[in-house]
């Protein structure tokens, strides 16, 4: 199956509230009934926005504790942490039939406009333009994503190969869309796409070898992604040891705006613990 699921994606991001903490997300169509992880990080952080209104989310970090069922919804249940005048912190918790998913801690932020007069950042690395770059095929030939619809929703400029290892890699990327003005949606998209392809990447350095799962994932957001145009994707898997593999990766807007930094663990069991 070839076809988009961006509004699918969207419609899923469009959490049904149970009351004003709690919160029910569809799950995607996935191989083997598989909870994408980067999926049911951005419903948490979506939960979580909706319980911190008019301010912006500036950091998060998740552990991935249980497989879930996609045939199924999600609950997820908010706790408030903090709530300053400039910072809100939330705990998010995913279950299904009672057993959690995910524990994510999402902070926010009142931005003030101006800041302290300090601002850096790295530059964004010299890639060709995005007009320079074909387009990679819809149908995402990669052996780990060719199952995924629900990895199908964005369209992608390959600038390096995923091939080696330690694997390095570097795409533009857009959503297959129009993109929604709320901010708390934006920021899901990102943490969705970033998550998701970072695993990817991990799973073809080792070879395509044997199961894997998401353990933990972090994002800070710098600034606000422009979605209408293309990002640019600067990633990386720098360490496999232990059954544990990292990966890590920083976003740019086109016009070479930091957007957000990354960071992801995957786990290979051995063998025998799955026997």
Known sequence: MTRSSYPE??????LRRVDDMSFVGDQLRAPDNHVLGGH???????AAAHTAPGRAAHSMHVYFLRAGDARRPADFDVVTLQEGRTFSARRVTARQDGRVLLEAMVSFKVSSGTG???EYQPPMPAVPAPDDVPLAPRTITAAYEGDWLSLKWFDRLVIDAEDTTPAWSKIWWRPRGEVPEDPAVVAALVVYLSAATLAGMVTMSRGLRGESAQRGYSV???RPADLRDWVLYDKCTPSGTDSLALASGRMFNRDGVLVCTVAQEMYFPPAESRQ
């Open 9 to 14: 994606v969207l419609a899923a991001l469009s």
């Open 40 to 46: 049911v990080a951005a419903q948490a952080l979506i």
């Open 116 to 118: 302290d007069g300090v």
């Open 220 to 222: 800070t957001f710098h």
